[in-house]
């Protein structure tokens, strides 16, 4: 992992990286897997939605929610999202599916942290 190798400052660095090219991608959620710029959307987009979501819940919480989506095989966006929702015990908002609209809005990779 880029932040246990170089630093969480490297990290926080690659993150505004991937943020500033996310900006001009369309939305993750409902994106055509064939699409000529998949590739770049998922892993652009992707870690920044997984930071963020860490941040939002926790890194030991976050870890067990990555070890249930594997368990469970999880592939798509919307299985993600709905594993989210499962009793997992992980503390997250109940508007959990709103506070990850940056999911679909690419607005919302701009900013920083999140407050909703």
Known sequence: CLRQERGTAAFAQEIDRYR???QSLPP???MNRS????STVLYRKGPIILYELERQ?????????????????????????????????????QNQ????A???????????????
């Open 35 to 38: 699409f000529e710029q998949a």
């Open 57 to 93: 819940v926790g890194p030991t919480p976050f870890a067990a929610l990555l070890r249930e989506n594997v368990r469970r095989n999880v592939s798509r966006t919307d299985e993600f999202l709905q594993l989210l929702t499962q009793p997992l015990g992980l503390p997250l908002r």
């Open 102 to 116: 940056f999911v679909a809005k690419k607005e919302e990779l701009s900013k920083g942290s999140r407050s909703s």
């Open 97 to 100: 599916d709103s506070s990850l």
């Open 28 to 30: 993750l959620r409902g």
């Open 20 to 22: 500033k090219t996310a």
